[in-house]
């Protein structure tokens, strides 16, 4: 066919309009199919919404990795707990993770609950690769479960270390007390609201320090989780300790 004779209608596209990339979660039904699927599984699939938002593109399994500062056995783990929870089916094509969601299931018991609306909160995404990966995955659970009990300019209504230890499925006060603390530092809360009240905050600008660690974590330069870190960091200080010692044995 002659491409010449062809007649296009030239539509107008006009630029759509700028806005902070965030997802739509009722994160008072989150938390509650989280703690029946496990705190680790729920986070992981609101992880993978997140960066499915950020990019239309699969996946890498070194990125969950480092987001969510865990192996690649945890995360295959965590995955098959979906799968049997009946929320998603997944598969690893050659290192990339595609992850069919059953939309329905999951919008009804994860972020709409009784297929009623339920009070929605907009979550950045940017979230996600950065206070995530800083305050780690209980912290930043205990986060979204302050957001979902923020009411007016930032301000909680009241809740107990004991309250944020059951929603959030800590086993004990004092972890949950460790993760406020961790927050705290982290400038994200703080309790100045009184009688039980936390008063919430946007996360910061990222300092320097906290660029360069991201991007240590990102590239692979430090291991995804703790136990990696504090294992790389015994080696350094064992081969720095063995560099010393023949330095000073050379000099006597």
Same mark, same amino acid.
């Given at each position: 066919m002659d491409e010449s004779q062809l007649l296009t209608l030239v539509r107008s596209r006009g630029e759509k309009p700028l806005s902070l990339s965030a997802l739509s979660v009722d994160l008072g039904s989150f938390l509650a199919?989280? %703690?029946?699927?496990?705190? !680790?599984? #729920? *986070? *992981?699939?609101?992880?993978?919404?997140?960066?499915?938002?950020?990019? !239309? /593109?699969?996946?890498?399994? %070194?990125? *969950?990795?480092?987001?969510? #500062?865990?192996?690649?056995?945890?995360? $295959?783990?965590?995955?098959?707990?979906?799968?049997? =929870? #009946?929320?998603?089916?997944?598969?690893?094509?050659?290192?990339?993770?595609?992850?069919?969601? /059953?939309?329905t299931e999951t919008e009804r018991t994860l972020f709409s609950p009784d297929d009623a609306p339920g009070v929605v909160h907009r979550v950045p995404t940017f979230w996600f690769v950065r206070t995530l990966p800083l305050v780690g995955r209980r912290?930043?659970?205990?986060?979204?479960? *302050?957001?979902?009990?923020?009411?007016?300019? #930032?301000?909680? =209504?009241?809740?107990?270390?004991?309250?944020? /230890?059951?929603?959030?499925?800590?086993? =004990? !006060?004092?972890? &949950?007390? %460790? &993760?406020?603390?961790?927050?705290? $530092?982290a400038r994200l809360v703080s309790t100045d609201g009184g009688r039980n009240r936390f008063l919430l905050t946007d996360p910061p600008p990222l300092t320097r320090l906290e660029r360069l660690w991201l991007s240590l974590l990102a590239s692979g330069v430090l291991p995804a989780t703790r136990l990696g870190r504090l294992a790389l960091g015994s080696v350094a200080a064992t081969g720095l300790a063995g560099v010393v010692a023949l330095v000073s044995f050379a000099l006597t």
């Open positions: 199919t989280a %703690r029946e699927i496990g705190t !680790n599984a #729920g *986070l *992981l699939l609101l992880t993978v919404r997140a960066l499915a938002l950020r990019r !239309n /593109a699969p996946i890498a399994l %070194r990125e *969950l990795c480092w987001v969510l #500062g865990a192996r690649r056995r945890e995360i $295959r783990r965590w995955l098959d707990a979906l799968e049997r =929870s #009946g929320l998603a089916v997944w598969h690893d094509d050659g290192g990339l993770l595609r992850l069919d969601v /059953a939309s912290a930043f659970l205990v986060y979204l479960y *302050l957001r979902s009990r923020e009411r007016a300019a #930032g301000l909680t =209504s009241p809740v107990s270390l004991g309250m944020v /230890a059951r929603v959030c499925a800590l086993r =004990s !006060n004092g972890r &949950a007390k %460790r &993760a406020i603390a961790r927050l705290r $530092r």
